[in-house]
């Protein structure tokens, strides 16, 4: 059975940093395109980062651009996202998703396989 569990989310204030890490059972991460995605109140899951298979091109929102960094940890089966200069527009719930599909790094939630139940990230300002 697979599962992804999303971890890190919090309160914070404007302009602090906060790690969101996300943990695989039943999958290994290294063989698909993971990602993260938002979702904020009355508004569409929308794309934040994705990083291919091997860790070697990421993908990221224009919103969060030069802000957030996604990684992954094969040995430990994890992908984080590192957010830095938070911004009140930013509170939502975080999603990490997996992409069987490689060959190319999807950014639409449809196209991801596996979804975490999703940790809640709030910024005030």
């Known amino acids: 059975q697979v599962q992804l569990v999303e971890s890190g989310g919090k309160l914070v204030q404007a302009g602090d940093s906060l790690r969101l890490s996300c943990t695989a059972s039943g999958l290994t991460f290294r063989r698909y395109t993971v990602g993260w995605f938002r979702q904020a109140p009355g508004k569409e899951r929308e794309f934040v980062a994705a990083?291919?298979?091997?860790?070697?091109?990421?993908y990221y929102a224009d919103a969060v651009k030069g802000r957030f960094t996604i990684s992954r940890d094969h040995a430990e089966n994890t992908v984080d996202l590192q957010m830095n200069t938070l911004k009140p527009e930013d509170t939502a719930v975080y999603y990490c998703?997996?992409?069987?599909?490689?060959?190319?790094?999807?950014?639409?939630?449809?196209?991801?396989?596996?979804w975490g139940q999703g940790t809640q990230v709030t910024v005030s300002s």
């Open positions: 998703a997996a992409d069987l599909f490689t060959a190319v790094v999807h950014r639409t939630p449809a196209e991801f396989d596996y």
């Open positions: 990083l291919n298979w091997s860790g070697s091109s990421a």
